[in-house]
């Protein structure tokens, strides 16, 4: 039974679990018959460890979505970790915002200072595009989605025609944060997923699955920009992360939330 209350625990499908921090930081674990993965260790608020051990004792890889600090927190408590190398370079800026992060939150981030330790950072390995993890009975395949980040990914589970998609298309995509790339690639990366054979995607602050149809919205919403008025939005955790945010819905009815985007103050257009 679980005793373990630090999470959220919503099953998806057989063998696939999708986690929720108190910040609304989401992670997916997917259980094979030989080996787990877990797609992303949150910001490292409570034993995460302890929490997977109460589902499965198989070993666990962890994969890291991209190197933001709300996905990398609890990396410290597992033992093999892959990270895009392209997302290497963020580490360190994330590093720096640790201090404004305890302020925000108003506590010690003992996790997320050891997940960003020199020492720590030093135990990733280098995870390729085209990554293949077999768990036995399920598939996990890599699959690059810059856009959020230069780094990252996504991993396709074909056996269930599911997407785990961390922050590489969400109805409020954030394209004004460190690693963010320009607006074009981030609808490449749209254009690619659309093409990729999956029906439902997670994604990692949403504790829910979403349609592969949506994705036409999350384009729609990049071509507004410069075409609408954009609004200024500074985020509340890291107050220098500054952007313009446009909306395309106050409410869209197939997924009943917002959908926009937040882009860079100077990629703005007049």
């Not at 910040?23 to 993965?37: P, W």
């Not at 915002?97 to 200072?113: A, D, G, V």
Request: glycine share 8%.
């Amino acid at each position: 039974m679980n005793t373990n209350t630090d999470f959220k625990l919503q099953e998806i499908d057989t063998g696939i679990y999708q986690l929720q921090d108190e910040r609304e930081n989401c992670a997916t674990l997917v259980i094979g018959t030989q080996k787990a993965l877990l797609f992303d260790t949150m910001l490292g608020l409570g034993d995460l460890k302890g929490f997977i051990h109460q589902l499965t004792n198989l070993p666990v890889i962890v994969i890291n979505s991209h190197g933001h600090f709300d996905h990398i927190g609890g990396n410290c408590q597992f033992d093999e970790i892959y990270l895009n190398q392209r997302d290497f370079e963020l580490l360190p800026l994330m590093r720096g915002c640790i201090e404004e992060l305890e302020q925000t939150h108003k506590r010690p981030l003992f996790n997320l200072r050891e997940s960003l330790s020199e020492e720590q950072v030093a135990k990733i390995r280098p995870l390729a595009d085209d990554s293949v993890f077999d768990l036995g009975g399920l598939t996990i395949e890599i699959v690059a989605l810059p856009g959020h980040t230069a780094g990252s990914v996504g991993a396709l589970i074909r056996e269930k025609r599911l997407l785990l998609a961390g922050d590489a298309a969400t109805p409020q995509m954030c394209l004004f944060m460190d690693g963010c790339q320009p607006l074009p690639v981030y609808q490449k990366t749209l254009q690619k997923m659309m093409n990729l054979e999956f029906d439902t995607f997670l994604l990692g602050h949403f504790l829910r699955t979403f349609p592969k149809e949506i994705l036409h919205k999350f384009m729609e919403c990049t071509e507004i920009v410069g075409k609408k008025r954009g609004h200024l939005l500074v985020y509340t955790w890291i107050n220098r992360y500054r952007g313009m945010v446009y909306f395309l819905e106050m409410r869209n009815p197939q997924i009943n939330d917002i959908i926009c985007i937040i882009i860079k103050e100077e990629s703005a257009e007049s």
